[in-house]
């Protein structure tokens, strides 16, 4: 497995953009698919983006298409979430998720899971 840390979340009006980071630590990320999940209360866990090992594939939830971007950086360790245009449906905890390299929009196939970091949005 791989530890994973979120870092980024916070308050912020409708419209607005938010950058959620998450920094990877143990099994080597070069080989490691990483995925964006949310959790809003009350609701299962859903799937926003995720990206392949090599950076070569990117996959998003259709409600995210066009406002957010998945980037990973191999010198950081890290992967990245650029979100734009949020709205107050985008309010949930945001995890960062690691699998071993394609990527999959279903969370039972990922095996290393992070905190989670609050992202909301005020209308």
């Known amino acids: 497995q791989v530890q994973l840390a979120e870092s980024g979340g916070g308050l912020v009006q409708a419209g607005g953009s938010l950058r959620l980071s998450c920094a990877a630590s143990g099994r080597t990320f070069f080989t490691d698919a990483m995925g964006w999940f949310r959790q809003a209360p009350g609701k299962e866990r859903e799937f926003v983006a995720a990206?392949?090992?090599?950076?070569?594939?990117?996959n998003y939830a259709d409600s995210v298409k066009g406002r957010f971007t998945i980037s990973r950086d191999y010198a950081k360790n890290s992967v990245t979430l650029h979100m734009n245009s949020l709205k107050p449906e985008d309010t949930a905890v945001y995890y960062c998720a690691a699998r071993p390299y394609t990527i999959t929009t279903i969370p039972r196939d990922f095996d290393s899971w992070g905190q989670g970091t609050q992202v909301t949005v005020s209308s």
């Open positions: 990206i392949s090992w090599n950076g070569g594939s990117t």
